[in-house]
């Protein structure tokens, strides 16, 4: 799962057209850091918005919960103690997404994907 997605963010760093001056292109992806205390993220919920095809990568620290999931994309992750959650993908498809924790259940982040 690791490597496909290593391999993804490879393939959009290659795909950025290049003029003749620019030899190397690097994509970063848009970073967006959620820390989950008593089952809620802290500062409220994040409502990130980005053009469709950047890399989004989502770090969830949180000591409670069960699943991370966002969905539309459908990726899941179980959280591990002391090990923030890594989520990161191209975002091809445009609309808005919600990230949950589950188990309890709350609302992260709102990723909208402008087209
Ligand atoms: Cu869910």
Same mark, same amino acid.
């Not at 190397?24 to 205390?37: D, G, L, M, S, Y």
């Not at 991370?68 to 992750?77: A, C, Q």
């Not at 959280?79 to 609302?107: M, N, S, Y």
């Given at each position: 799962m690791r490597k496909a997605l290593i391999m993804a963010t490879a393939l959009v760093a290659v795909a950025v057209p290049t003029s003749a001056a620019a030899q190397h292109v690097v994509v970063e992806p848009v970073v967006v850091q959620i820390t989950v205390v008593n089952g809620r993220p802290v500062g409220g919920i994040k409502r990130p918005s980005v053009k469709k095809g950047s890399t989004v990568r989502f770090v969830v620290r949180t000591t409670a919960g069960t699943e991370i999931h966002l969905h539309g994309y459908d990726i899941e992750k179980t959280p591990r103690k002391g090990v923030p959650t890594v989520i990161q993908f191209v975002a091809k498809v445009p609309g808005r997404f919600e990230l949950e924790l589950h188990q309890?259940?709350? =609302? =992260?982040a709102q990723l909208t994907v402008r087209p």
């Amino acid at each position: 799962m690791r490597k496909a997605l290593i391999m993804a963010t490879a393939l959009v760093a290659v795909a950025v057209p290049t003029s003749a001056a620019a030899q190397h292109v690097v994509v970063e992806p848009v970073v967006v850091q959620i820390t989950v205390v008593n089952g809620r993220p802290v500062g409220g919920i994040k409502r990130p918005s980005v053009k469709k095809g950047s890399t989004v990568r989502f770090v969830v620290r949180t000591t409670a919960g069960t699943e991370i999931h966002l969905h539309g994309y459908d990726i899941e992750k179980t959280p591990r103690k002391g090990v923030p959650t890594v989520i990161q993908f191209v975002a091809k498809v445009p609309g808005r997404f919600e990230l949950e924790l589950h188990q309890p259940d709350a =609302l =992260l982040a709102q990723l909208t994907v402008r087209p």
